[in-house]
């Protein structure tokens, strides 16, 4: 148990007599994963992550694997969404606008502070079982025999829109990344179509005056929480 795992990040590979990788670099593993996998399977409360169908993560602060599952998430819409505006802008396509700088830099910031995102360190007890997380208490040294658990449902708080709901782990990653803090868009380049699901819409809440991209279940959500 460690976050201090790594993976070899390579930019190309050189074939001649033999192969060899060139501009190589070390990356934290389980950043590397959930940024550049093409697959990834999780169990339900996401502690553990299957990337590409045959490696492996277990992370066991569960609620700190959904904080980084939901920003990697967020991470890679950005990216790809600049990287499609890059590609059609070299094409010289009508209407396409270069990338904002700012939208480039919002998203170099982010890449930086999630590699450098650290877990708690766990060490195994030798008379348990498990792993001591702290003086008093040890992590996973109980043989689990609750099989409705990982189903149950949890509160959380938005940070963005304070909405504060029992959510599943897949519900609070997907609310997460569609509740984003409502920002206008550069001057310099139109707001592109939306990617998102075809049941968001814009709704405006007449009691916090806020702007928010909800579905209709998640609208009546929000009205709730004003009652």
């Known amino acids: 148990m460690s976050h201090h795992h790594q993976l070899l990040a390579f930019v190309s590979l050189l074939e001649t007599n033999k192969p060899y990788l060139v501009n ?8 590397a ?3 550049f996998s093409r697959s990834l399977d999780t169990s339900a409360d996401c502690a553990r992550l299957v990337a590409d169908g045959w490696l492996e993560v277990t992370v066991p602060d569960a609620d700190l694997a959904l904080r980084l599952l939901s920003a990697a998430l967020q991470l890679r819409s950005a990216w790809e969404k600049l990287l499609h505006q890059l590609l059609e802008y070299r094409g ?6 270069r990338p904002s ?5 919002a998203l170099t ?19 348990k079982g498990g792993h001591r997380v702290t003086d008093f208490l040890t992590y996973n040294c109980l043989t689990d025999t609750d099989l409705y658990s990982e189903c149950l449902r949890s509160f959380w708080t938005c940070p963005h829109c304070h909405l504060h709901m029992p959510f599943t782990p897949l519900e ?4 997460e990344s569609a509740c984003r803090p ?3 868009p550069p001057a310099e380049a139109p707001e592109s179509p939306s990617r998102g699901s075809a049941l968001h819409r814009s709704y405006r809440c007449d009691v916090c005056q806020r702007d928010f991209t909800f579905t209709p279940t998640e609208i009546l959500r929000h009205k709730k929480q004003h009652r």
């Open 24 to 31: 190589c670099v070390r990356v934290p593993a389980l950043q």
């Open 182 to 184: 409502h920002e206008a």
């Open 101 to 105: 700088p700012r939208d480039v830099a």
């Open 92 to 97: 010289e396509e009508p209407g396409h606008h």
């Open 33 to 35: 994963l959930l940024l």
């Open 172 to 175: 609070r990653v997907c609310h």
């Open 109 to 127: 910031r982010g890449l930086l502070e999630f590699l450098r995102t650290e877990g708690t360190e766990l060490k195994p007890d030798e008379v």
